[in-house]
C-alpha cells in the first residue's frame, strides 16, 4: 500500500542529522516522499479541522490553556438530553460543557462529560498506545515552551530549557498539562517561519500535529492511507541520539515513524512504533473517556461514510450537530476520531 518512496540509508560510520517534522533528530533509515499529501488523495479531504481533548474539570483545564496559548475562546455551550449528541458517541444520556478555542489554523475543543467530572488521570507515557499529544509550534522569540511552563505545565523533557538538537533553529520539549494529557512545544527560527500560513507575530502559537503510539506502525500507516487515499511523506527508524533521549526522558530511544501531511496550514498525522522502550498496549478506551480525539473535515460525509462502512468502525450512522454533519469512527488500533462535514 505503501509505494513510490524513493530509500536514504544513514549508516553509523557516516552521521547524516535529519531534521524530522515530529521534531526528533537520529539515524539509521529513512524514506522520503516530500510531495505526498492530502493533494494527492483519491477523497475531498480538508485536513485536521479540531482536535478535542476530554477533561475531567473544564474550568481550570480552560485557563490553562487560553494563558498558555492565547487562543480565543469562541463558544462554549452545555449539552443536555440530546439525542444526536448521544448517537454521535454511541452513549445514552450524555450530559456535558463545551469550550471551543481557535488557534490560527485549527480549533481545540475542550469537553468535560459530567461522568468524567472529578476523575484523575494519572501521566500518559509517551511510548503509551494511543493518541499521545498534540503538538504547539511558536517562535523562538516567543517560545511556547515557556508561555506552558508559566502557565503550570510539568516538563518531562530533560533539563530547564527546550532541546536543541543540531543547532538548526528548531527546539523541542514534551511536557504535561494539569491533567496529565501530555503536550510537544517545538520552536522554530526565523527562516522557518516563512513556511508558515498567518503572521506568526500576531498569533505566536499554533497547532500542527496529532501523534500515535501504535505497536505496529505498517498496520496503522496502511489503515489512514487507506482512509485518507493518500500515502505518508515521511517513514523512518531512528536511534542513537542523546538529546532524543533527552526530549522523552528516556535512555537509548529507538523508535521507528511515519508522517502524513494532512492539511494546509502544517497539519499532521505522526505515527510513533516504540522499540526502546517497547509500545505499551493499551485496551480501546470509551468514546467519552479522558483524553485525546480528533476531528477531519471532507467535502461529502455521506460519501466517505458510505466507502468506508464495511472496512471501519464506526459508532453510529452520520448526525447533524452544531453545524456539522459528523460521525465518530475508531481505527484499527482503537483510537477514535470523527469525520464531518461543514453544513452552516
Known amino acids: 500500500m505503501i509505494k513510490n518512496v524513493k530509500f536514504m540509508l544513514i549508516s553509523t560510520t557516516s552521521l547524516l542529522f535529519l531534521l524530522m517534522p515530529s521534531g526528533l533528530l537520529a539515524k539509521v ?8 499529501s492530502f493533494k494527492d488523495a483519491k477523497y475531498a479531504y480538508k485536513g485536521i479541522n479540531e482536535v478535542t481533548l476530554s ?10 490553556y487560553t494563558s498558555a496559548t492565547g487562543f480565543d475562546v469562541i463558544d462554549q455551550y452545555r449539552v443536555n438530553n440530546e439525542p444526536s449528541f448521544d448517537k454521535l458517541y454511541g452513549k445514552e444520556g450524555l450530559s456535558a460543557k463545551v469550550a471551543i478555542l481557535k488557534a490560527p489554523n485549527m480549533q481545540l ?29 511558536s517562535p523562538l522569540a516567543f517560545p511556547s515552551y515557556n508561555s506552558f511552563k508559566e502557565a503550570g505545565a510539568v516538563m518531562l523533557s530533560r533539563g530547564e530549557a527546550p532541546v536543541d538538537l543540531g543547532g538548526y533553529g528548531v527546539t523541542y520539549a514534551y511536557g504535561y498539562d494539569p491533567e496529565g494529557n501530555m503536550i510537544e512545544m517545538e520552536q522554530l527560527a526565523d527562516k522557518y517561519l516563512q513556511k508558515v500560513a498567518h503572521d506568526t507575530k500576531v498569533h505566536t502559537t499554533w497547532m500542527t500535529q496529532v501523534a500515535f503510539a501504535t505497536p505496529n506502525r505498517e498496520k496503522l500507516i496502511g489503515f489512514y492511507a487507506d482512509v485518507l487515499g493518500f500515502e505518508p511523506f515521511r517513514l523512518g527508524e531512528y536511534k542513537g541520539n542523546p538529546r532524543m533521549d533527552d526530549i522523552v526522558d528516556w535512555d537509548n530511544v529507538h523508535l521507528k515513524g511515519g508522517w502524513f501531511k494532512i492539511g494546509s496550514s502544517g497539519e499532521v498525522l505522526e505515527v510513533w512504533e516504540f522499540i526502546e522502550p517497547t509500545t505499551k498496549s493499551n485496551q480501546p478506551a470509551a468514546t467519552t473517556a479522558l483524553g485525546y ?14 466507502r468506508l462502512k464495511e472496512r471501519v468502525e ?8 452544531f453545524g456539522y454533519k459528523s460521525v465518530m469512527a475508531r481505527d484499527i488500533d482503537g483510537n477514535v476520531f470523527e469525520m464531518r462535514e461543514k453544513r452552516y
Open 29 to 36: 533509515a529513512e524514506s522520503i516522499n516530500e510531495t505526498a
Open 55 to 64: 477533561v475531567a474539570d473544564i474550568d481550570k483545564m480552560l485557563v490553562f
Open 109 to 137: 475543543k475542550l469537553i468535560e462529560f459530567e461522568h468524567n467530572q472529578g476523575s484523575e488521570q494519572l501521566k500518559m507515557p509517551f511510548y503509551q498506545q494511543g493518541i499521545t499529544h498534540t503538538c504547539f509550534q
Open 293 to 306: 480525539s480528533f476531528a477531519i473535515e471532507v467535502e461529502d460525509l455521506d460519501a466517505e461514510y458510505s
Open 314 to 321: 464506526f459508532i453510529s450512522e452520520p448526525v447533524l450537530l
